[in-house]
């Protein structure tokens, strides 16, 4: 399937993206591969085959969640431009 550089530009335009002339030649010809084997892909017969979200097996990386001994609130503002009443204090950012 080929994409044209009216459609990159168009989908850059949408993005809110300035692209240059070299990028809309690249990302029209890359665009153009990637839906070219999609279309590849939408030919091979995967009835019965289950979905997955990886080939691999894996298991839970993440440590149990348990309380563990922390800075003091003292030492962890020691360092704060402002606090107040034990919390860290920032600029307003709204008006």
């Known amino acids: 399937m080929q994409i044209?550089?009216?459609?990159?530009?168009h989908v850059a335009k949408l993005a809110r993206l300035e692209i240059t002339e070299t990028e809309r030649d690249a990302f029209s010809?890359?665009?153009s591969a990637i839906l070219t084997y999609v279309e590849?892909?939408?030919?091979?017969?995967?009835?019965?085959?289950?979905?997955?979200?990886t080939v691999l097996e894996q298991t839970?990386?993440?440590?149990?969640?348990?309380?563990?001994?922390?800075?003091?609130?003292?030492?962890?503002l020691a360092n704060a431009p402002e606090s107040e009443s034990?919390?860290?204090r920032v600029p307003r950012i709204l008006e």
């Open 4 to 9: 044209s550089k009216s459609d990159v530009e």
């Open 40 to 53: 590849q892909l939408k030919t091979l017969d995967t009835e019965g085959v289950e979905p997955t979200a």
């Open 29 to 31: 010809k890359q665009l």
């Open 60 to 76: 839970n990386v993440f440590r149990e969640d348990k309380a563990r001994p922390s800075l003091s609130v003292e030492k962890a």
């Open 86 to 88: 034990g919390h860290f």
